[in-house]
């Protein structure tokens, strides 16, 4: 009986000891699989991405979740302007701007490259709900702007200086024998939700605003269509995806992965447009129905096109909006390689 007992001693504590040791096994298995995991979280690459508030911006807000491979943060800046000035100080590594922006920061010369298109169109000009213009009348808003002239009245056309609602609507005035410079006179209007307070103020007497803010002037009776801004020469192009040669060279493959999410957005965008409406919803606190009128005038589309920034270009330096030409910049400037290894597609099927 005691060898017994000493037996059963025995047992206990070499089990004890086993027990101690699987614990310990145990704890550094768990240690080692958090420590992995924790290695695997901090090795995925962050980016930082800008975007606009507007309706074919917002979208954006999508592209995190679709990225692979990549942690990307949304920053969600007031105008495509504020995201550039956020990629030219290195706030951020990648923006969604406009072309005109694009263009006019080529003229600065910032060091911008452009690897993806993304939304186009938006642009809509409205005047004041009583103002005695029909759709596309163009002989009597040229009439309207000489009476005004004739009683000493400046006539004022408002948009958010520098975004791509002000060229087309220049582009626009311009192609119908109106002198942006001389027959009337602008209202920058930086924060495109006030366009619709401005026009119901009667601060401005026509306006050309970004969705989702034109749709909700028309709905909510401020104002009245007048024009779709898209015979001058950078038609319905909006938004292109932009980074720095810095960044290409430092992360390429934060640049590829980014942009093939884009590619994922754009081919969503063009199937279910019910997240793209949230987001708007999300993003400017308008409502639902604003947000699905606002799509009717916005164009997912990843391609780039080459021949119509030049024309842009072009464009932007008869307007005085740049001092050069910027034409062999735009060439240089405009990388389709991320777009091609995505999309397995030539730059040709692209809009090179």
């Not at 086993?18 to 979280?41: M, N, W, Y």
């Not at 050309?208 to 319905?236: L, N, W």
């Not at 060279?249 to 980014?258: D, G, I, L």
Request: aromatic letters at 8%; a positive charge; charged letters at 20%.
């Amino acid at each position: 009986m005691p060898y017994q007992v000493q037996d059963s001693q025995s047992f206990l504590s070499r089990l004890s000891v086993f027990r101690t040791a699987a614990a310990a096994v145990g704890l550094a298995c768990s240690l080692a699989l958090a420590a992995t995991g924790s290695a695997q979280a901090q090795s995925k690459p962050k980016f930082k991405l800008a975007y606009a508030k507007c309706a074919h911006c917002m979208s954006m807000a999508l592209v995190p979740e679709l990225a692979k491979n990549v942690d990307i943060e949304g920053i969600n800046f007031t105008a495509g302007s504020d995201a550039l000035t956020a990629l030219v100080s290195k706030s951020v590594d990648i923006a969604q701007v406009t072309y005109l922006s694009f263009v006019s920061g080529l003229d600065k010369g910032f060091d911008l490259v452009a690897v993806s298109g993304q939304v186009n169109g938006g642009s809509e000009m409205l005047v004041g709900k009583d103002t005695p213009l029909a759709s596309d009348d163009w002989a009597g808003l040229k009439k309207l702007i000489a009476d005004y002239k004739a009683q000493g009245k400046p006539f004022r056309i408002a948009a958010s200086r520098g975004n791509a609602q002000d060229l087309h609507m220049r582009g626009e005035l311009a192609l119908n024998g109106i002198n942006p410079s001389k027959d009337v006179q602008f209202v920058n209007i930086p924060n495109p939700s006030d366009h619709a307070a401005a026009l119901q103020r009667g601060e401005v007497e026509l306006i050309c605003s970004v969705e989702p803010f034109a749709s909700q002037i028309r709905m909510t009776g401020v104002g009245k269509h007048f024009a779709f801004p898209y015979k001058q020469a950078a038609g319905r192009l909006t938004n292109l995806i932009v980074t720095r040669s810095d960044v290409i060279k430092e992360h390429p493959a934060e640049v590829r992965e980014t942009v093939a999410a884009v590619v994922r957005l754009v081919d969503n965008l063009q199937k279910d447009k019910q997240a793209w409406i949230g987001s708007i919803v999300k993003g400017t606190g308008l409502d639902k129905a604003v947000a699905t009128e606002a799509l009717k005038n916005s164009y997912p589309d990843y391609k780039m096109y080459r021949q119509q920034t030049q024309a842009i270009g072009a464009m932007m330096k008869d307007l005085k909006y740049i001092s050069t030409d910027v034409s062999a910049q735009i060439d240089k400037n405009m990388d389709y390689s991320f777009l091609m290894e995505v999309t397995k597609k030539p730059k040709t099927e692209l809009g090179y």
